[in-house]
Structure formats: structure tokens, C-alpha cells
């Protein structure tokens, strides 16, 4: 079985440019996480959506950064324009269940990593 | 908000020694999971503690839950090379939409 399908693998962009990392949830679960990684701020969540409805972005570092799931299968995360602190590698995560207490297995993508000059 | 602290950041211990590393909660949590990454890779599930006091093993990986559900501990028996990664807690609040908030992690190298 297929996994969580980030794409593109690595990135390198100049700053102010428009950056767009996508994602493909594995097949029948309805949730589905955007997380960033860095040296100085860990595992930090972006935004979270539960049956392609965006339930907490409170995570969304600023108003360049914007997240879609159009449907149950693919997402996007956006970062217009891009600033050299925006350097990380980003990973998308899925998992079976939502609700509100737990929400089970998280299963990763082998992530996006950005690099902005 | 909710912080999630990990120690040791680091350790670094030759291969048959044991290693434990500590996660605190600032708040109660509904669950904890604990993550592997290896070095280059991506956080892989390891377990899911509900139960207040629960202990859970997996071969030589033994987890705990605190009784007051704000901490938790891995410990791994016997070392080896196999166990180099970056561990992480990751927890739930209580009462909160799904917002798994991960520790800050603790680097395992293990060496011959």
C-alpha cells in the first residue's frame, strides 16, 4: 500500500517566490496534518483538517502561508512569497480518526524539504 | 499554550547499555504517542498510551504513562546500533480539537 505522497522532495527557491508542497493522504483517512521541522522550533503543527475541512490552523505561522484540501485525496500548502526563515522541511501526516480526544496513528510522508535563499 | 519538553536533548551511550528519555507535559493529556526518526527520515509511530499508570513493552522498548497523565518515559534495554534516531513524545490535550503536539525530541547515537 501506497503511503503519505508528498511531493516536491526538495525545493530550493529564491526569496519572494511563491512555494507550493503538496500532498496525497493515504486512502481512506480523514485527517490530515501539516507539520514543520526545524533545528531551532522542532515538530511544529501548520494546520489540521478533518474531512477536507480545515479544523485548527492557529499553527499557520502568517498570511503567507495558506493550506487547501480541495477533496479527500490531495492537499496543498502554499507559502507566498517566500522568506529564508521559511527553510524547513515540511511533512504532511494522515491518520484513520479525528475526533476530538484522539487522533490515533499518525502516519507521515517522507517530506518536503524548502530551502528559500 | 501547550508545551511538550523532552530530556536529555542528547545522549550518547555504547551499544548494551540502556537509555531512557523523559517527556513533561504542561497540561493533562488524553493520550501520548511516542515517534522514531532516524536521521534523514520521517517520524514512525511507535505506540499510543490512553490509561493513567498504563506500561506498555515492545521487545526492548518499554513505555509509561504517568499516573497524573502529564508525563511519560521510554526506555530501551540493551542498545543497539539499530536504535540511533530522534525520539519524540507527542501529546493530546484533554478537551482539545486533535492537536497532537509534539516534544521536543531526544537524539540517540548508540556506538560499538
Known amino acids: 500500500d501506497a503511503g503519505v505522497i508528498q511531493s516536491p522532495r526538495h525545493e530550493v527557491t529564491e526569496m519572494g517566490q511563491e512555494v507550493t508542497l503538496r500532498c496525497k493522504p493515504i486512502?481512506?483517512?480523514?485527517?490530515l496534518f501539516w507539520y514543520r521541522q526545524t533545528m531551532m522550533r522542532g515538530l511544529e503543527l501548520l494546520i489540521y483538517f478533518n474531512n477536507n475541512v480545515p479544523i485548527d490552523d492557529s499553527g499557520m505561522p502568517e498570511d503567507r502561508f495558506s493550506a487547501k484540501m480541495p477533496n479527500a485525496s490531495f492537499s496543498t500548502l502554499k507559502i507566498q512569497p517566500s522568506e529564508p526563515r521559511d527553510s524547513a522541511v515540511y511533512f504532511c501526516?494522515?491518520?484513520?480518526?479525528?475526533?476530538?480526544?484522539?487522533?490515533?496513528?499518525?502516519?507521515f510522508g517522507e517530506g518536503s524539504r524548502l530551502t528559500v535563499l | 499554550g501547550q508545551q511538550v519538553m523532552q530530556i536529555p536533548q542528547y545522549q550518547h551511550v555504547q551499544e548494551g547499555e540502556d537509555f531512557t528519555t523523559y517527556c513533561n507535559s504542561s497540561t493533562t493529556l488524553s493520550n501520548i504517542q511516542w515517534y522514531k526518526q532516524r536521521p534523514g527520515g520521517h517520524p514512525v509511530f511507535l505506540i499510543q498510551?490512553?490509561?493513567?499508570?498504563e506500561v506498555k513493552k515492545q521487545k526492548r522498548l518499554t513505555f509509561q504513562f504517568g499516573e497524573a497523565k502529564k508525563n511519560s518515559s521510554l526506555h530501551i534495554t540493551a542498545t543497539q546500533t539499530t536504535d540511533v534516531g530522534t525520539y519524540f513524545c507527542?501529546?493530546?490535550?484533554?478537551?482539545?480539537?486533535?492537536?497532537?503536539?509534539f516534544g521536543t525530541g531526544t537524539r540517540l547515537q548508540v556506538t560499538l
Open positions: 486512502s481512506g483517512h480523514n485527517s
Open positions: 498510551l490512553v490509561k493513567s499508570g
Open positions: 507527542a501529546g493530546q490535550r484533554t478537551g482539545t480539537a486533535s492537536k497532537l503536539t
Open positions: 501526516a494522515s491518520s484513520t480518526r479525528g475526533d476530538s480526544y484522539n487522533t490515533g496513528e499518525l502516519f
